[in-house]
């Protein structure tokens, strides 16, 4: 059963329309450190992992390349390692996510689509602001490239289209990982799309309702 919100998917387990939810491992314990009603529950079939990354339009090469130096700077002087801790691994118990600051800078906007329902990896509050793991990454991106960052929230069906259209500069992506490599496959990417080499990667597991 295909759901495109996460709250909704969580009514229709709690209705009983669903037996399991299929989420990001990071999503999954986010969930359940707030609900004690849910657990992991054992799969056993193949364990899928995905890589993250961003994607511009393939004509956009100079933007391309800016986000991948960008990236690959933060991966190499542990950036990227320590806005993982903050943002997923060491997130306490029940707490919730801050927003986070947007550089301000005298650079062009750089329009940024997310769905904001995706936390702890892509989350917009009941104020508005962006917060989240992939929302930190970006702002860091946008003081390393010089760019004031615009989020825009869109559904995660339309991220493909919104990037066409140019209502946003860069959307993030999900793609399942060549082998055993970082290096995303073309799977899934739309024609006119290029991928940003990956930053973090996530595996699938299965939530439902504790067992009473």
């Known amino acids: 059963v295909y759901y495109d919100k996460l709250t909704a998917m969580q009514m229709g387990l709690e209705a009983g329309n669903i037996r399991e939810m299929s989420l990001y491992n990071s999503t999954a314990q986010y969930l359940i450190d707030r609900n004690d009603k849910l657990a992991l529950v054992e799969y056993k079939e193949m364990k899928l992992s995905d890589a993250f990354c961003c994607a511009v339009r393939k004509e956009d090469q100079e933007l391309l390349a800016g986000l991948n130096k960008a990236l ?6 542990g950036t990227m390692a320590k806005l993982v801790t903050t943002y997923i691994t060491d997130l306490k118990k029940g707490e919730e996510l801050p927003a986070v600051p947007m550089p301000e800078t005298q650079g062009a906007p750089l329009k940024i689509a997310v769905t904001g329902d995706l936390p702890p990896l892509d989350l917009v509050l ?11 990454v970006l702002a860091e991106i946008g003081e ?7 989020i825009v929230q869109i559904d995660s069906a339309a991220r493909a289209s919104a990037l066409s259209s140019r ?3 860069v959307v993030f992506w999900v793609t399942l990982p060549a082998g055993g490599s ?7 990417k739309p024609e006119g799309l290029e991928l940003t080499v990956p930053y973090y990667q996530d595996e699938t597991v299965h939530v439902g309702r504790k067992q009473q």
């Open 126 to 136: 009941a104020d508005g602001k962006a917060a989240g793991f992939n929302t930190a």
């Open 144 to 150: 390393r490239l010089g760019r004031n960052v615009e």
């Open 72 to 77: 690959e700077e933060m991966k190499g002087d």
């Open 167 to 169: 209502k946003v500069d």
């Open 182 to 188: 970082l290096v995303p496959a073309d799977i899934d």
